[in-house]
């Protein structure tokens, strides 16, 4: 058996039926199994597209000598050219997205279960780059009809992530019109995604409708804020199911709004929070409602560097979890770790050393970590003499007790 394998992903491609005597337009990472038996066939090129988009059309009937295939690049080029026509029987193409046009790429096939080269074709170009080297960009723009390299609606932007298996940033702008995650949204990131505003001084915001989800998601940025209002039997918007890092930068925000009554961010495993550069969470439109919620049996670790001053960062009910689940906050002097009411489990609070400016482990008597680890060192200003954690106190040099 003979299977046309998808060039990003060496798997077959998903297949799609393009009948005889109509127009079909293929779908990202697909091929169009053209029935030339009934009629002359035309294929539109896949939208939206980006960056290391793949499709494939195929004479799935051996008969495009008497009825050909138009490929029809629906304003983009293929080759240089604006269509292009398959006239030999049983004949297959395919087309990859490259800085702005396709580009006819050499394909492989499985037979029976072993993969193999296929042979240069004419006018075959070369490999450009595909996914797995580059992101892909696309911008979410509701309010206008989709075209280019923008689209209006989530499905469209949920179909490219998917197609790319996550190598896509996805750029909102909602300067026409809301962008939202509709409320039967389950869209997987791959832990790839990159989700920024359009502009960041501005910034731009996207809604999770309650009942919408996003699935290993991997950066915000850009000014970009997150916010929904999770209550019900709906999901938490953003769902972390396997081992990896949420990076939060330059002004990133994911908040709660008024009506929510669960949290936006669910660690459902061992997960990084990387929160930098201005980036925060926020729960101040509901206080009593976290951002975070770190399920039974995991660990996250939250790294704040370079954040907002820490009452705005972080208040006592940010994060929660119970008794069997773990959390390491590290940060520098931009913040301060604040107790957490609603996480019962295990806390490590590590305070950065890495510059002298910052002076993370400076302070006064008072200003001591509230959640110290057995050796921990802090210089005492009001003492004027370091001190260390012994594991029930903080003792000196000495070994005297300074409370």
């Known amino acids: 058996m003979s299977v046309l394998l998808n060039p990003a992903t060496d798997v077959p491609f998903p297949e799609l039926a393009a009948p005889g005597g109509v127009t079909t337009r293929v779908s990202l990472g697909a091929i169009a199994l053209c029935g030339t038996t009934a009629g002359a066939v035309t294929v539109q090129r896949p939208s939206p597209r980006v960056q290391g988009s793949v499709f494939a059309v195929v004479d799935a009937d051996g008969a495009a000598s008497t009825n050909p295939i138009t490929v029809d690049g629906d304003g983009d080029l293929l080759d240089g050219a604006a269509t292009v026509q398959i006239t030999e029987p049983y004949q297959s193409v395919i087309y990859v997205y490259d800085l702005g046009a396709w580009r006819r790429i050499v394909g492989r096939r499985r037979v029976d279960g072993v993969a193999a080269e296929l042979e240069l074709e004419r006018d075959t170009a070369p490999i450009p780059s595909l996914p797995s080297e580059a992101f892909g960009s696309l911008i979410f723009r509701p309010g206008v009809p989709s075209g280019?390299?923008?689209?209006?609606?989530?499905?469209?932007?949920?179909?490219?992530?998917?197609?790319?298996?996550?190598?896509?940033?996805?750029?909102?702008?909602?300067?026409?019109?809301?962008?939202?995650?509709?409320?039967?949204?389950?869209?997987?990131?791959?832990?790839?995604?990159?989700?920024?505003?359009?502009?960041?001084?501005?910034?731009?915001?996207?809604?999770?409708?309650?009942?919408?989800?996003?699935r290993n998601l991997g950066v915000l940025e850009q000014g970009l804020a997150i916010e929904g209002a999770p209550s019900g039997a709906g999901p938490i918007p953003l769902l972390f199911t396997s081992p990896g890092l949420l990076l939060m930068r330059e002004g990133a925000t994911v908040r709660n709004t008024a009506t929510a009554t669960k949290a936006m961010i669910q660690a459902g495993t061992n997960l990084v929070l990387s929160i930098i550069e201005g980036s925060f969470l926020d729960n101040s439109a509901v206080p009593l409602v976290p951002v975070v919620q770190v399920d039974a049996g995991f660990s996250m670790t939250c790294v704040a560097l370079a954040a907002v001053p820490f009452a705005a960062f972080l208040t006592p009910t940010t994060i929660a979890g119970d008794a069997t689940s773990s959390l390491a906050f590290a940060h520098d002097a931009s913040v301060e770790f604040v107790a957490q009411s609603l996480f019962v489990g295990a806390v490590l609070e590590i305070r950065t050393n890495q510059s002298a400016a910052l002076q993370p482990s400076t302070g006064a008597t008072a200003g001591r970590p509230l959640l110290p680890f057995a050796g921990q060192e802090y210089f005492d200003t009001t003492l004027g003499f370091p001190v260390w954690w012994n594991g029930a106190a903080w003792v000196g040099a000495d070994g005297i007790v300074h409370p």
């Open 148 to 214: 280019g390299n923008h689209v209006a609606t989530w499905a469209e932007v949920e179909t490219a992530i998917a197609a790319a298996s996550g190598l896509v940033v996805v750029v909102i702008d909602n300067d026409l019109a809301p962008c939202v995650v509709p409320a039967t949204a389950d869209t997987e990131c791959f832990g790839r995604v990159h989700l920024s505003a359009v502009d960041y001084i501005s910034g731009a915001v996207l809604t999770i409708a309650n009942g919408g989800r996003l």
